[in-house]
């Protein structure tokens, strides 16, 4: 019976030795032109890098979240479940065969080691805000909004309450004033 088991545990790892699904990797160069990074897969043993590896991002039609990424940052290479080549290039074809390819991934970004922690500005809330939180914007669940930063750049036209606000001095405004 041990030779049996011994046997299947070798016929499954010869079947999935080539497969992958996920791991986590470390950002080697992202290029935000392309929104591409090239990776090094963790555990690093091997030292090989994936390259040229399109960044998932949160988009929807007209409308992205960007995060730009550095080197250093862990991230998740997705491994998909067929060729994408064709697909990534907007067409419903796959030209091979690949299933759970190296060359085949995306990349989902980033992750934060269990060892650090994160200083949210509030736990209950979306927030966007830079690592040292010096900036944030704050939506609440009540639809309260809270921006804040050591300084705020308007470009554009700005309004409070159908009134148009301008830069303290600045005197096109209609009358009403920053302090």
């Not at 250093?72 to 067929?82: E, I, P």
């Not at 290039?89 to 991934?105: I, K, M, N, Y």
Request: charged content about 25%; overall charge negative.
């Amino acid at each position: 019976m041990e030779a049996a088991n011994q046997f299947l545990n070798d016929f499954a790892s010869g079947i999935t030795k080539g497969m992958h699904v996920a791991k986590l990797a470390k950002v080697v160069r992202f290029d935000p032109n392309t929104m591409a990074i090239d990776a090094l897969p963790l555990p690093s043993e091997d030292h090989a890098m994936v390259l040229n590896v399109p960044v998932a991002t949160v988009r929807s039609g007209d409308y992205i979240l960007y995060y730009p990424l550095k080197a250093g940052d862990m991230v998740v290479l997705l491994f998909m479940d067929n060729d994408t080549d064709n697909i990534l290039l907007g067409e419903d074809s796959a030209e091979t065969e690949r299933d759970h390819d190296v060359s085949d991934c995306v990349c989902i970004g980033g992750i934060t080691l269990l060892k650090d922690s994160i200083p949210v500005a509030e736990k209950d809330a979306l927030v966007v805000q830079n690592m040292g939180g010096t900036g944030k914007i704050i939506l609440r669940q009540d639809g309260k909004i809270k921006l804040e930063s050591p300084k705020i750049e308007l470009v554009g036209y700005a309004s409070y309450n159908g009134r148009e606000i301008a830069v303290k001095g600045d005197g096109t405004s209609d009358g009403a004033r920053i302090v």
